[in-house]
Each structure stands twice: as structure tokens, then as C-alpha cells.
């Protein structure tokens, strides 16, 4: 009877480590899988590391879309900050001034380098977290 | 009128289905009196006939173009064919809840009219699924009423369906999934139904077998579907994306994957009754989880509806509810529940058990990916997302891990141990083979990346060992479990060339005038912009690129579209792809320049048709399962 707790004891301890080990690894590669989102404002405020991945997100300043070759430049506002961004390839459909985006990528010295950009299914589409500002801002 | 004949119905269901409960809830008589099953039976039936009709009306209202009616003013138009006016139908929240209703209902009536009257689960099933269907029926009529008439005056033209949602494969793609997702409150209601019986020793397993099976078969082509169509219609190269809405998708299929397997140690040799349970519970909870993650807006997705908090609130009560109604009764019935026998180490099922915990961990891990931004928005208000690298980090070694376990089964039997020299002559030869396989590639392909390279070596592990098997058995002459075999080469085949895509696959922008020819890399040597046209489409206009490209010597002719909706003024880009077996050339047409040139972007995608056919092998195994029993 006793031989049987301890091993029921010693069972239990050995699914506690392993389950916590588990969830440990699970957070640990969440913690550095994380894509931090900010606006423009936040993104220069925040000391961000180097070759850290960020999103960014606002609105696309209208008259602000460049093209050259395949690379294309715009800016992105918040109304308060404007991030200048650069991306090397095509841009989504819904992608367009005056509309909302969330670019993911790098911050280099005052502008920001994006790997992908997205644009939203719908095309009344705003970042929430823009339109949560826009709301304490009684934009 | 016909409008409000379709309403009147949903409401006349809905107090049938609360007669239903109350009749049996409070007016409960001695089980011997079966005029009351039978009368509630009739009840039930009825109710259901009365979602159908309703539904059905519902469709000639999308098909007549009546757009006095909110919900087809808003997502269809007269100009559509007839096939969209009634896709169109579950193309958003409302009609989609109302598509998921009449599936729930359909499920329901066959599976409660396949019990014999005698069957002594029979009313406690159809009990449940009253209860389900009211609860979803209630909040489609007061949260979602698509029923809902504009008033005085109705609209004159529909402002039209999305047109990326304008897609043979999107218009299958949600009813296929829906049946699936709904499918599995068959055996949630069973073993809830059974649970509350209390007569543990009643084999249930038999009775929900294939309906399990089969509403597995229908959310993996639905799945399937939805990954192909974000292949070929969004022009992003990719299938999967780790969105929220795919997750809570996945989380359903593991879950269920995981509870055919238990289902079948379960019943073959009586273990793993409690976990079997608690999966079959599982299954239907995510689902849940899904419906709410999708409809309340709370997560910000592609696939996501308008945010409306009292939808989420009331999903998240109700699906609350039942979640705490079933694992209720099967915490207090647990106890009563211990297993006689004990699991052999190294039997068949001891290998499949790990899996099911793997499987478990991977739901785990994608339940924490999808509600840890939540969770840290909400306490911390900083904003997170977490993408494809998290996933990719924690499935490899889960992938590396089951397919070990999956090789080691292969050779394991039921019930009995498995001694190490049988073990070692079973798995070497498939261990020096996936390593000489994994060598070669490296060789061919030149390119390394861990997580790819684990996933591939995952893949040769399953399909090896699986052919080693076969091979062995077909030279014995004893049996083999075809469907098994198919099942799991798919998912073999699955890893090795989802891994494969990732690595081969590259995409080239390029910029060019209308007359232009590039040079691009050895394999595309000539990237020729032929023709540019403009045609015009009943409710949208076209621009169609004409490109001919030199691959690997052979010209390829490629005419991908930028098309303009009318109603919406939408722009979408419609892709065009050439496959050939081992890759796809995959050209998007991008923006005009200033200047007057044009880009695109140029994919070759190696593999992708592999994954579609890794997905159909697995379905085709569990349909061989299916069938297997019924012709012999």
C-alpha cells in the first residue's frame, strides 16, 4: 500500500515537472515570438532594440505614395507622428491613401524598413488600436 | 411576406424546441411510458422541419432579390448570378449563424431518428441538442435577427457581395467546415446524454464511431478548402497563416483527431475510457470557443464579423453554460469511472496516448498564442501579435516528437508490451533510411534551415516506416490496415512538403513596361510582358495582363487580372497560376507607375499541390475506415 503512494507520489511530481517544463519552453518562445504593435508616436517614443521585428500601424498620409521600380515609399500617420516607410514589393488591393495599414518590420534611425504590409479585408478598415486613440483624442 | 412567413417559422421552431424541454424537464414520467419519448421525438422532428422550411424560404427571398430584407440588401445584388445570390447568403454573420442553425438541425434529426426508440441514450441526446439548437436559435432571432425588414421603403439594388468572397471554392467553403464544426455536438450530446445515464458499462463508442468520422472527414475538407482558396484568391503565395480564425479552426481538428485514435484504443481494448470522454466534450467546446473567438469581434482577424458586444456576451454565457453543464456531469461521474486495466508500456496504445497528449499540448499552445495578446492587451494595454515564428517554434519538435511515437506504433501491438529487439529491427532500418533521405535532399537542395529540415525528417519517418510495413506485410501475407496506411502517409506526406514549400519557395518583384523582357534567374530566363487589356464584366471591369514566361525552358503563358467592382468600388487582384506537379508559377499583377510600367510579382511555389493531396490522402484513409466495416 505504501509502495503504491509513493509511486502514485513519485508519478505525480514527475507529470508536474514535465508540465511545467513544457509551459515554461511554451512561454519562453512566446516571449521572444511577440510582434510588439505601435503607432507612429509610440514607435519614436519607445527605445526600440536594433533588428528588433515590430508592426506599425496608422494611416496612410494622403498624397504620400511613392513608386520607384518595385520599391515603394510612403508615410504612415497617426495625426500626431509621421514614420516615413520603405517596402520592396506589392503592395495589397485595399492598400491606398488615406486608409488604414499595419506594416511589419524593422525601425532604422527615424524611418522604418517593412518586411510585409496588410491591408484589411474591408476597405472601411482602421487599425482598433488607432481608432481606441482616436476616441481619447475626441477625434 | 414571405419574409415574415420565414421569421414566423424560426419563432414557431424555437417554442416547439421550448415545449420540447419543458414537456420532459418538468413533466418528467417512469421511463416505461415511451409515448413520451415518442410524442417529444415527433416534437423535435417537427421543430426541426420548421428551421428547414424556414431556411428555405429564406433562400427564395435571396434568389428573388428581395432587398426590403436588411440582410440581402446588404450583401447581395441583382446583378450577381443566381449561384452568389444565394452564397451570398452566408457571406456574413446573420445568414452564416442561420446556415450553422439549419446544419446543427440537420445533424440533430438524423442522428436522433437513427436511435431506435428503444435506444436508452435516445432522449437524453435529443434533450441536449434541443437544448443546443434553442440556445443558437434564441441568439441568431435576438442578437442576429436576418430577418430584419428595412423600413418603410426597402432598398432598390443590393450594395453587393465581397468580391473576393465571389469564389466557387468560398461559396463550399464555409458550408463544408460548418458541417464539421457542427458534427461533433453528435457525440458531445451522446456522451453527455450517456454521462447523466449513469450506466458506465454501456458500450457508446460503437454508436457515434462513424458520425465522428464523418464530421471529421467534412472540417478537414473544409480547412482544406479555405487554405486553397487563400492560395490561389489572395495572392500572397501563402495557405496558412497562423491567423486567430485558423487557429480556432485547428484547435477543433486536433482535438478531434486525437479522439478518433482514443476512440478506437477505447473500444478495441477497453482504456482510456475517461480521456476518450473528456475529448469527445472537448471537441464541441472549442467549437464553441471558435464560434465566439469569430462573431465577437474580440480578435481582430480577416475572417472576423463586426464587432457587436452583445453577441459575445451572449456566445460566452451560453457557451459557458454547456461547457459547464458537461464537464459538471463528467467531473462526478469520474470517480465511478477507474479503469480496470492499466496500459502496457510499449503496447500500441501507450505510443498512441503520447500522442494524444502531444496533440493536446499543440491545442494548448495554439489556445495560448491566440489569447495571449488578449490576455496582456487587457492587463497590461500593451499591444501584441503573435505570428508564424511562435507556431513554427513550438510545432516542430510536437511534429518530431508524435511522428517518432507514430513510427514506433506502426510495429507495436495492442495490448501487449514490445521487447527491444523487436523495437530495434523495426525502427533502424526506417531511422537509417529517413537520415540517408534527409542527406540527399540536403544534397540536392543546398539550403538549410532546423526547422524545415525537422519537419521533412518528421515526414520521412511516417511515410518510410509505413511503406517498410506494408512492404513486410504484403511479403507475410497478414493483414494490413489500408485505411490507417493512407491516413497516416497523408500526414507524413503533409509534413514533408509543407517544410519543403518553405524552404524551395521564393518570389521575385519585378518592373516593367508593356513590350518589356527580363532576365530574372537561370530557372525563369525570359519574363516577357506581352498585352495589356481592359474587358468589361456584368458587375465588374478587368485588366488583364498577357505574360509569357521561359521556365526551365518551356514558355508559360500567365494572364493575371486586376479587377474593379462596381457596387463597391473594391479592387481585387485575381492570380494567375501554372502547376505543374513539383511547383507552381504564381503571378500577381501589382500597380501601375507613374512612368506608365507595371509590377508583379513573381512566385514559384514548390509543393503546394503535395499539400492539398497529403490532405485528401487523409481524408480517403478515414473514409476507407468508414467502409471498411460495412463490406466485410
Request: proline residues 4%.
Amino acid at each position: 500500500m505504501l509502495q503504491n503512494r509513493k509511486k502514485r507520489l513519485q508519478n505525480f511530481f514527475i507529470v508536474l515537472f514535465l508540465s511545467a517544463l513544457g509551459i515554461s519552453l511554451i512561454l519562453f518562445s512566446l516571449n521572444s515570438k511577440l510582434d510588439l504593435f505601435y503607432s507612429p508616436s509610440e514607435m519614436l517614443s519607445a527605445e526600440i532594440k536594433l533588428g528588433y521585428r515590430i508592426k506599425l500601424g496608422g494611416m496612410v498620409k494622403a498624397g504620400s505614395i511613392k513608386y520607384e521600380g518595385t520599391k515603394v515609399s510612403f508615410i504612415v500617420t497617426d495625426f500626431q507622428t509621421e514614420v516615413p516607410v520603405f517596402f520592396d514589393g506589392i503592395t495589397p488591393d485595399l492598400f491606398k491613401e488615406d486608409s488604414g495599414v499595419v506594416a511589419l518590420g524593422y525601425y532604422s534611425a527615424g524611418s522604418f524598413i517593412a518586411e510585409e504590409i496588410f491591408a484589411k479585408h474591408d476597405e472601411n478598415y482602421m487599425p482598433p488600436e488607432l481608432m481606441s486613440e482616436d476616441k481619447i483624442n475626441g477625434r | 411576406m414571405v419574409g415574415e412567413i420565414a421569421h414566423f417559422l424560426s419563432i414557431a421552431s424555437a417554442l416547439t424546441l421550448t415545449l420540447v424541454l419543458i414537456f420532459n424537464i418538468f413533466f418528467s414520467f417512469s421511463d416505461s411510458h415511451s409515448n413520451q419519448l415518442i410524442l417529444s421525438c415527433k416534437l423535435f422532428n417537427h421543430a426541426c422541419f420548421l428551421i428547414f422550411l424556414s431556411f428555405g424560404l429564406y433562400i427564395y427571398l435571396a434568389v428573388t432579390d428581395d432587398f426590403s430584407i436588411s440582410y440581402i440588401a446588404n450583401h447581395s445584388n441583382s446583378q450577381l448570378p443566381i449561384f452568389y445570390k444565394i452564397t451570398a447568403i452566408w457571406s456574413a454573420h446573420e445568414g452564416s449563424m442561420f446556415l450553422w442553425i439549419v446544419f446543427l438541425t440537420l445533424w440533430s434529426i438524423l442522428f436522433v431518428n437513427s436511435l431506435s426508440s428503444k435506444h436508452p441514450l435516445k432522449k437524453g441526446t435529443m434533450l441536449m441538442l434541443t437544448f443546443i439548437i434553442l440556445g443558437f436559435l434564441l441568439f441568431l432571432l435576438i442578437t442576429s435577427n436576418p430577418f430584419e425588414r428595412i423600413l418603410p421603403f426597402g432598398a432598390l439594388e443590393g450594395a453587393d457581395i465581397n468580391p473576393v468572397l465571389q469564389d466557387p471554392a468560398l461559396a463550399i467553403h464555409p458550408p463544408l467546415l460548418y458541417l464539421g464544426y457542427v458534427g461533433f455536438v453528435i457525440s458531445f450530446s451522446f456522451i453527455t446524454a450517456y454521462l447523466f445515464y449513469g450506466d458506465l458499462h454501456y458500450p457508446w463508442e460503437q454508436d457515434i464511431k462513424d458520425w465522428s468520422f464523418v464530421a471529421w472527414i467534412f472540417l478537414t475538407i473544409g480547412i482544406t478548402l479555405g487554405s486553397w482558396w487563400a492560395y490561389y484568391e489572395l495572392g500572397w503565395g501563402g495557405y496558412w497563416f497562423w491567423d486567430p480564425v485558423e487557429n480556432v479552426a485547428l484547435m477543433p481538428w486536433l482535438a478531434a483527431t486525437a479522439f478518433m485514435h482514443s476512440l478506437f484504443a477505447s473500444s478495441k481494448s477497453n482504456i482510456l475510457k475517461t480521456w476518450t470522454l473528456f475529448l469527445g466534450i472537448m471537441i464541441f467546446v472549442l467549437s464553441l470557443f471558435g464560434a465566439f473567438i469569430v462573431r465577437s469581434g474580440i480578435i481582430d482577424s480577416v475572417h472576423s464579423f463586426a464587432n457587436d458586444p452583445q453577441r459575445g456576451l451572449y456566445l460566452l454565457g451560453f457557451s459557458g453554460l454547456i461547457t459547464l453543464i458537461s464537464l459538471g456531469i463528467f467531473a462526478y461521474r469520474l470517480p465511478g469511472m477507474q479503469s480496470s486495466k492499466l496500459i502496457v508500456t510499449g503496447s500500441k496504445e501507450s505510443f498512441l496516448s503520447m500522442n494524444n497528449i502531444l496533440m493536446l499540448t499543440a491545442i494548448f499552445s495554439i489556445f495560448l498564442g491566440v489569447t495571449y495578446p488578449l490576455i496582456l492587451e487587457s492587463f497590461n494595454g500593451v499591444k501584441v501579435s503573435i505570428g508564424p515564428p511562435y507556431y513554427n517554434t513550438i510545432f516542430s519538435p510536437l511534429i518530431l516528437l508524435t511522428s517518432i511515437f507514430i513510427m514506433i506504433s506502426v510495429e507495436a501491438l495492442w495490448q501487449r508490451g514490445m521487447q527491444v529487439r523487436t523495437l530495434f529491427f523495426a525502427v533502424a532500418p526506417t531511422f537509417l533510411l529517413s537520415t540517408l533521405s534527409l542527406f540527399l535532399i540536403w544534397y540536392f537542395v543546398q539550403i538549410f534551415s532546423l526547422l524545415a529540415y525537422v519537419g521533412i525528417y518528421s515526414g520521412l519517418l511516417i511515410i518510410i516506416s509505413y511503406f517498410l510495413k506494408a512492404a513486410s506485410n504484403l511479403k507475410n501475407n497478414s493483414y494490413l490496415n489500408k485505411g490507417s496506411f493512407v491516413a497516416h502517409v497523408g500526414l507524413g506526406l503533409l509534413f514533408f512538403s509543407v517544410s519543403m514549400n518553405s524552404i524551395l519557395s521564393y518570389q521575385k518583384n519585378v518592373n516593367l513596361f508593356l513590350g518589356d523582357q527580363l532576365f530574372i534567374n537561370e530557372s525563369v530566363s525570359e519574363f516577357t510582358f506581352l498585352d495589356l487589356q481592359n474587358i468589361k464584366a456584368p458587375n465588374h471591369e478587368i485588366v488583364l495582363a498577357k505574360i509569357s514566361i521561359l521556365h526551365d525552358g518551356k514558355p508559360i503563358y500567365l494572364n493575371p487580372e486586376k479587377r474593379k467592382y462596381f457596387a463597391r468600388g473594391q479592387i481585387t487582384s485575381e492570380t494567375a497560376i501554372h502547376a505543374t506537379p513539383l511547383k507552381d508559377t504564381y503571378l500577381t499583377i501589382g500597380d501601375q507607375l507613374e512612368n506608365g510600367s507595371w509590377t508583379f510579382s513573381l512566385q514559384i511555389n514548390y509543393f503546394v499541390k503535395w499539400i492539398w493531396f497529403s490532405s485528401a490522402l487523409m481524408v480517403a484513409g478515414i473514409l476507407m475506415t468508414i467502409f471498411k466495416k460495412k463490406i466485410l
